[in-house]
């Protein structure tokens, strides 16, 4: 599975997966070797790459990269390392009845840890929650909690704030802009 890099999707489609679908249509089969088409999100063992290797590698969609890997603590590249940040992020079934995998973010850092410069490169690794496995699966094959899937790319921090028309609003504009509707502004007599 996954290793058949090359699959283009139609005209008009785009791969642009949910947290929930990641974790169903995508992990849960690959955990329990059930086969899902297309087949297009290769397994890769991301730890040697540097983040802006990935082109090439892993099945691409715009700007995010996703891949299959195997779990691990080792989380160091040729030039740098993927340092966890923020606690974990419970995934829910969309109508919130059933707890189905959780979700962590690490962020690319250049250098050695602990000095490493903190990059834009952010990294969500998906994994299938404990409650999402029937114990007798559970028992059956431990290796199942091994896989991960990963969404990498780069965050434009630049671009968060602002509208896409690219304008930026000083502060005085921005106040000067709230006194747009002059009867609600009330002078002192």
Known sequence: MGDNRNVSLPPGFRFCPTDEELVVHFLQRKASLLP???????DLDLYPYDPWDLDGKA???????YFFSRRSQNRVTANGYWKS???DEQIVT?????????KKYYVFNLGEAPEGIKTNWIMQEFRVSDGANSSRSRRRDNSKMDWVICRVYEHDYDNDDHDDDGMELS????????LDDYDEISYPN
């Open 171 to 178: 502060c005085l504009d921005e106040v000067f802009l709230s």
């Open 94 to 102: 969309s109508n919130g009845s059933k707890r189905i995998g959780v």
């Open 36 to 42: 899902f088409h297309p087949d297009i999100i290769p």
């Open 59 to 65: 099945m691409v969609e715009g700007k995010k990269w």
């Open 85 to 87: 940040c923020g606690g």
